[in-house]
């Protein structure tokens, strides 16, 4: 068990929620209906995973399947904007008045002998702080942890793992690594602001996750030769001025490209640490925790889970659309659990 901070009170609360996304604030809504004010600690701002987005994206979820606590979410368009779920989900956290703490991180939490848990937390300016509670959801998400490629040359202020906008990259030699929507998305942005545009894609064909309404969009800018799309490759170094880039059939010689920017587009894992530090499980083969699914309960009585965190590796398995349904069940539970 770790000491740090065992200098300090504790403020007791009734539920600590770690993780202001969409499934952490669908779970605080759903143990105000049961009359707990949770607190949440969300060590950037409110829906921060959103704000990291492409600036100009749309969601593939209609606003419908992206409520949270049966609050109604409308938008003029078939799918809404990035910025329109901004919007929402802050609107949400403030008329609900969410007790949440922004810019303040849980670096552990500490289970008790009584059963309850000591939550420890930083500031952005280093300031801690301790909680006690008897119970702790963690919907810590995964977008702060994009899949590293682990290439020499990966660190260079070129590399980026998250594409804003394609306006920098005017006139550039841009590569993209990577094959599913995100790497798809960028590349057809980058088009329209004359973007030279690599893709280098280590499967054998298109994606079958691409959206279906964009593929032939895509595939139709590769015919043209709009964009050179390198399938069954991977990039396995990264220059000033170059990339290297590897077939995969290891017959072939690697290769170097001119090249201005890298966007890695290889996705995101969820770190776990948070958990297993305090004893929840996790299955070594596909990385998902051990939890109830009929409660979002760990192995560790009191301690949940919520949202993309309770998904394996391939995070994609759980969206908002399925992971905002997890505080209802975490509710549950605890009223249960109090009764
Ligand atoms: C480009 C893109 C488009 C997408 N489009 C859709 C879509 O159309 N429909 C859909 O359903 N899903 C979509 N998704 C997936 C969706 O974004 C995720 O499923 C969703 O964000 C998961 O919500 P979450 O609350 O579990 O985690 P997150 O949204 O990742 O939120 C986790 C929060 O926890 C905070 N946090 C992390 N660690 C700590 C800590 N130690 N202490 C305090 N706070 C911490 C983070 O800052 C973050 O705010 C898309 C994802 C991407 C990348």
Redesign the pocket.
């Known amino acids: 068990m770790k000491e740090n901070n065992s200098n300090l009170n504790a403020k007791q609360e009734q539920a600590i929620i ?8 669908s779970a605080a809504l759903e143990l105000q209906a049961i009359g707990i004010e949770p607190l949440l ?4 701002a ?5 704000y990291q ?2 600036t100009y ?1 749309n ?3 209609t606003a419908e ?2 409520e949270i606590g049966g609050i109604p979410f409308t938008s003029p368009n078939d ?1 809404p904007s990035r910025r329109e779920a901004l919007q929402y989900y802050r609107d949400v956290a403030l008329r609900r008045q969410l007790r949440i703490r922004a810019y ?4 552990a939490i500490l289970p008790q002998e009584d059963g309850a848990f000591r939550v420890e ?1 930083s500031d952005r300016f280093g300031g801690k702080r301790v909680y006690e509670t008897p119970y702790v959801v963690v ?6 942890h994009p899949n590293l490629l682990g290439i020499p040359g990966e660190e260079l202020p070129k590399v980026t793992h998250f594409f804003g906008e394609a306006h920098p990259y005017t006139g550039m030699k841009v590569a993209i690594i990577g094959g599913n ?2 790497a798809v ?1 960028a590349a057809m942005e980058l088009l329209r602001v004359g973007a030279e545009i690599t893709v280098v894609y280590r499967g054998e064909d298109y994606s079958p996750s691409i959206k279906p309404w964009v593929k032939p969009l895509f595939q139709g800018m590769v015919n043209k030769g709009n964009i050179r799309m390198i399938f069954s490759s991977r990039v396995v170094g990264i220059g000033e001025n170059t990339i290297t880039v590897q077939p995969n059939d290891q017959d072939s010689e690697s290769y170097t490209l001119d090249n201005d920017f890298v966007l890695a587009l290889t996705g ?1 894992r969820p ?1 776990r640490t ?1 958990l297993t530090d305090a004893g929840a499980e996790v299955d070594a083969e596909s990385t998902i925790p051990t939890f109830d699914p009929e409660t979002m309960e760990s192995n560790v009585p009191g301690l949940f889970i ?4 309770a998904a394996g590796r391939e ?1 994609n398995e ?6 905002r349904h997890h505080g209802e069940l975490i509710a549950r539970r605890i009223r249960q659990l109090r009764e």
């Open positions: 770690i993780g202001a996304g969409p499934c952490g604030l600690l969300e060590k950037n409110v829906v921060h995973s959103i987005y492409p994206m969601f593939f979820s399947l992206l799918k303040e991180a849980a670096t937390t919907a810590t998400g995964y977008f702060d929507n995100s998305d995101f770190e948070l919520a949202g993309v965190i995070a759980i969206f908002i659309e399925s992971g």
